[in-house]
């Protein structure tokens, strides 16, 4: 029974949201329920049955509501803390290397986290008496505070305040220090009630002089709860809405009130706005200070008071206290960073880091704090995710390329019909540089749409075709694989080289066909969508595979399709530019070259922001471009989550455009829910022409390739992220002609105007995913589609990305010192801590 590992599996299993996670063999229901069930022999025998009655009653897990499932996981996480604290068993072999226990030390725990085991340590040192404790369970020594003692054992915190806690995932006093707070309220700086301004986001400190919870007389859905604070130069209302059934409990209402007593110091956070009563704040976060009846005082913690993310039923006093019991544990911390990394980056030493960020006694105090977190956290994601790219590189593959070669000179002299810009000039050159060695290759090419990604790709596949290897080209959909497939043959041809389209609407004697010529190597190169890795194709000497859009596959998929050939090199390719902080947290473990330059002669498209007002303006330029010969699209967001209304939104914009505003001219549809073959006629009827009005979901996002259209509309422009936007645009502008984009918006309001016009002004999809991020989060920039973003518990993308850069740079430098870390045991040991929460499942083997 391997103590550790299942402490961990239950804190990962907490991080997941108590979701049962699936690992690679069993799901942690069913890891736990067989792992509590054979205790180590050496735990004591008392202690063995608790645990396999406690495993036993894991099997129901599936079958358990949240709360449920949150409680049995605090209890079984208290079990083991106690089990390890005051069990005798031998360590286990520690997944990294520690330093050699020596073979006399009497009692040591089982812990190999290193993190802990040296924290561990220390504690010894100062107190090795009580090491070799008695086994009475409870209690222990007064006033000395173990980092993995549960929080049920800190002064002022009982069992049901722990239970309180457990809901936080706070189980341990380590895990309440590392539980930073959302905000800090600085005295020193209030906002004033008087003061307030429309549309600031602001805290405001006041006593509380009433409040009332009811539900709407109108709305047996709607509970409101309304309070009054006073502060020195004024007072204001603040109601707060809950929605649904159960907060018209009276029972909850009562409870909502008792939380807020009369008298109590409350902060209220939330963006101003202008009611009929005056200012007052939307929807604010609440939160009680100081309860008249309680002895905790802010005061007492200085100017500044930490604000902690709650959920209900824990109060904000309750955490507070629990940090301040734990600060005592603060010494015990491990400093993991070298003493030199701290010195050359300026960062707080940990447990000042730690103390400061709960309480810190000044701005500057709470800003070293911050930093030196933030830097942990993006410091080990950069080195775990360097440390993965090593272990690929410690692959190796024969695939040894040349740089240059007849192939390559034919096809730049004879075929390519232009001179390579700057930037794909660079981004060969890295390329054509990693495919001379031995190292596969695994790199991210991010360029923006027509920035000239494919003959880039052509390029690299044509090295390896010439040293008789075989490529593969991979497009998420039927339509951009033919396209690219269409680019390739007329190419390909004139060097006299075969290349085939696989797909899943490839009749079979073809697809038979083409098994055969890729299995015998007589086939250079297949370009296809995922039909590419489906079981029965084999390639003969597969030396690079290609990966266009590389963001709407899955990782599994990608996976697959390198696994057809030994180790092949891959290049994979974005059209969707993202913000460096964002590349760097999600392909830090990828080289990556960017195309930030568009080949010559493009004209911008013209851009402008309309309103519904000009709709028929906007039609007779439609009119006016069709009469040139060209086409138009219109483009509807997404309505809902709900696909049927999407759907109806985009079946009745067509039928409306086709009947009553353009019935001289023939209107298409495009829609997510067609049939692929119903897209492929309505792409082809646009294609060739005839179509003149395409009305689209975003589905036209991808791939769809028609120079001779001149104009997109976009209604309800302000739904969309920007790079969305900018992405959507790419659509027109392919041809020589002057292309337009039209954002249609009936908002008014500010911020959506202000992004908007970001698009009016810049074609530079880098600037405009930068600027996403801002306005919107990394959420908006990657599109619902996909995060895979790791959650910080502090570094924020948008706002850290000097650390992120001093961070990553760090790692470099670490992993080119020592690349296994040996150096550093207190390091490694809590990169292994970290990235075990990261990767989550993993560890259920
Ligand atoms: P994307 O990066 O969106 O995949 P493509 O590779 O499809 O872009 O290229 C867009 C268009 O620009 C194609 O018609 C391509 O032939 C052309 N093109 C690419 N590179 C250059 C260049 N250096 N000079 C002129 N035209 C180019
Ligand atoms: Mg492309």
Redesign the pocket.
């Known amino acids: 029974m391997d103590l550790d590992r299942l402490q961990k599996a239950l804190q990962v299993e907490a991080d997941n949201g108590f979701n049962d996670m699936q690992g690679n063999q069993y799901r942690f229901s069913e890891f736990i329920c067989l792992s509590f069930g054979q205790p180590s022999p050496d735990i004591p025998r008392d202690r063995r049955q608790q645990l396999r009655d406690l495993g036993g009653k894991f099997a129901d897990y599936r079958h358990l509501g949240f709360a449920d499932r949150r409680n049995l996981l605090a209890e079984a996480r208290q079990l083991l803390s106690q089990t390890k604290k005051y069990s005798n068993t031998a360590p286990a072999t520690p997944i990294v290397a520690e330093t050699p226990t020596p073979a006399n030390t009497t009692k040591t725990t089982s812990k190999k986290t290193a993190k802990k085991v040296v924290a561990k340590a220390a504690t010894k040192a100062s107190s090795s008496a009580k090491a070799s404790s008695t086994g009475k369970s409870k209690g222990g020594a007064r006033g000395a505070i173990d980092l993995d003692q549960p929080v049920q054992y800190l002064p002022g915190i009982g069992p049901k305040s722990a239970d309180r806690l457990a809901k936080l995932n706070l189980f341990t006093v380590r895990d309440v220090l590392y539980y930073y707070p959302r905000d800090h309220i600085d005295y020193a700086k209030q906002v004033n009630i008087r003061e307030l301004t429309a549309g600031d986001s602001v805290t405001i400190v006041g006593q509380l002089k009433s409040c009332n919870c009811f539900t709407s007389p109108r709305n047996s859905k709607l509970t409101i709860f309304d309070l009054t604070l006073k502060d020195s130069s004024g007072q204001m209302r603040l109601s707060r809405f809950f929605m649904g059934a159960r907060f018209a409990s009276r029972g909850w209402q009562e409870n909502q009130k008792r939380q807020f007593p009369k008298g109590a110091t409350v902060a209220a956070s939330g963006l101003v706005k202008e009611s009929k009563y005056g200012m007052t704040l939307d929807n604010p976060e609440l939160e009680v200070l100081e309860s008249p009846d309680q002895d905790f005082e802010s005061s007492k913690i200085g100017k500044i008071v930490p604000i902690y993310p709650l959920t209900e039923g824990v109060p904000a006093d309750l955490v507070r206290r629990a940090v301040v019991a734990s600060l005592g544990a603060v010494e015990q911390l491990q400093e993991t960073l070298p003493g030199g990394l701290r010195q050359q980056y300026e960062l707080a030493e940990i447990r000042d880091a730690i103390a400061g960020i709960h309480f810190p006694d000044s701005g500057e105090v709470l800003a070293a704090s911050r930093k030196r977190l933030v830097f942990d956290e993006f410091f080990y994601l950069q080195l775990g995710l360097l440390n993965r790219r090593r272990q690929q590189q410690g692959g190796h593959t024969d695939v040894v390329l040349e740089p240059t070669g007849k192939l390559l000179s034919q096809f730049y002299d004879e075929v390519l019909p232009?001179?390579?810009?700057g930037a794909?000039q660079r981004v060969v050159t890295d390329i054509l540089s990693n495919l001379q060695t031995t190292i596969p290759m695994n790199r991210l090419v991010q360029?923006?749409?027509?920035?000239?990604?494919?003959?880039v790709a052509v390029i690299a596949l044509l090295a390896a075709i010439q040293a008789g290897y075989q490529g593969a080209l991979m497009a998420p959909t039927e339509v951009l694989a033919e396209q690219h497939y269409r680019k390739l043959v007329h190419w390909f041809n004139q060097l006299h080289l075969p290349v085939e389209l696989l797909t899943g609407s490839t009749k079979t004697a073809k697809r038979r066909e083409i098994h055969r010529s890729l299995q015998s190597g007589e086939l250079p190169l297949l370009v296809g969508t995922h039909a590419l890795i489906e079981d029965p194709v084999q390639f003969d000497r597969l030396g690079l595979v290609v990966i266009d859009e590389q963001h709407r596959f899955g990782v599994q998929q990608r996976a697959r399709l390198t696994q057809k050939g030994e180790n092949p090199h891959i290049l994979t390719m974005t059209?969707t530019p993202i913000p460096r902080t964002m590349a760097l947290t999600l392909h830090g473990d990828l080289d990556v070259s960017q195309?930030d330059e568009l080949?010559?002669g493009r004209k911008a498209i013209k851009t402008t922001i309309v309103t519904p007002k000009k709709r028929q303006e906007v039609y007779d330029m439609f009119r006016r471009e069709i009469a040139l010969g060209r086409q138009v699209y219109v483009v509807l967001p997404l309505v809902d989550e709900s696909e049927k209304l999407d759907l109806k939104s985009a079946i009745v914009a067509h039928q409306d455009f086709q009947t009553n505003v353009f019935p001289e001219y023939k209107v298409g549809l495009l829609h997510g829910k067609m049939t692929s073959a119903e897209k492929d006629a309505a792409i082809t009827a646009f294609r060739d022409n005839e179509t003149h009005i395409l009305v689209s979901t975003t589905v036209v996002e991808v791939g769809v390739d028609v120079p001779n259209a001149s104009v997109m509309m976009i209604e309800h422009a302000e739904r969309f992220g920007l790079s969305q936007l900018h992405q959507l645009r790419g659509r027109v502008g392919r041809g020589a002609a002057q292309s337009f984009c039209l954002l249609m918006t009936a908002s008014r309001s500010e911020t959506s105007m202000q992004r908007l016009k970001v698009l009016e002004q810049s074609q530079d999809g880098f600037f405009i995913s930068e600027m996403d991020l801002r306005f919107r989060g990394p959420g908006e920039v990657l599109g619902s589609r996909q995060s895979g973003l790791p959650d910080f518990a502090l570094a924020s993308l948008v706002e850290d990305q000097e650390v992120l850069e001093v961070a990553r740079d760090a790692a470099e430098k670490a992993m080119e010192k020592d690349p296994t870390l040996a150096k550093w045991p207190a390091m490694r040991a809590e990169l292994e801590y970290r990235y075990t929460r990261l990767l989550g499942g993993a560890i259920l083997t």
Not at 447 to 455: F, I, L, R
Request: net charge neutral.
């Open positions: 232009f001179t390579l810009t794909q360029g923006d749409v027509g920035s000239g990604k494919t003959v059209a195309i080949p010559p």
